[in-house]
Nanobody
């Protein structure tokens, strides 16, 4: 199983970036995929998750209305469109594969992720 996030970079506040997560080594269409981020000194945060078919999408409150997750099961790729970026969005962003088709536990938290890719750095200048 391999996941590789890419598309990060430096952007001014208010700008946009699109991250991609390329996956291989498993039946992509069976599993939910999530995006997470971690800034220095801050606990890792679940940003967004999409179910295996793309039917359901979930977002952290901090990014709702600004980020959009999507997937192309023909290309084994998940995308995270990030608009209206803020300095507090700066972090290393990781994509990860759930062990389930769905994203959330009963309490609304993200399911455990079985596999993680290397991250991509997003820097937002003010």
């Amino acid at each position: 199983v391999q996941l590789q996030a890419y598309g990060g970079g430096l952007v001014q506040a208010g700008g946009s970036l699109r991250l991609s997560c390329a996956a291989s080594g498993f039946s992509f269409h069976y599993y939910a995929i999530g995006w997470f981020r971690q800034a220095p000194g801050i606990e890792r945060e679940g940003v967004s998750c999409i179910t295996n078919t793309g039917q359901f999408r979930h977002y952290a409150d901090s990014v709702k209305g600004r980020f959009t997750i999507s997937r192309d099961n023909r290309k084994n790729t998940v995308y995270l469109q990030m608009d209206s970026l803020k300095p507090e969005d700066a972090a290393v962003y990781y994509c990860a594969r759930s062990n389930e088709r769905h994203c959330l536990r009963g309490d609304g938290s993200f399911n455990d992720m079985g596999y993680w890719g290397k991250g991509t750095q997003v820097t937002v200048s003010s």
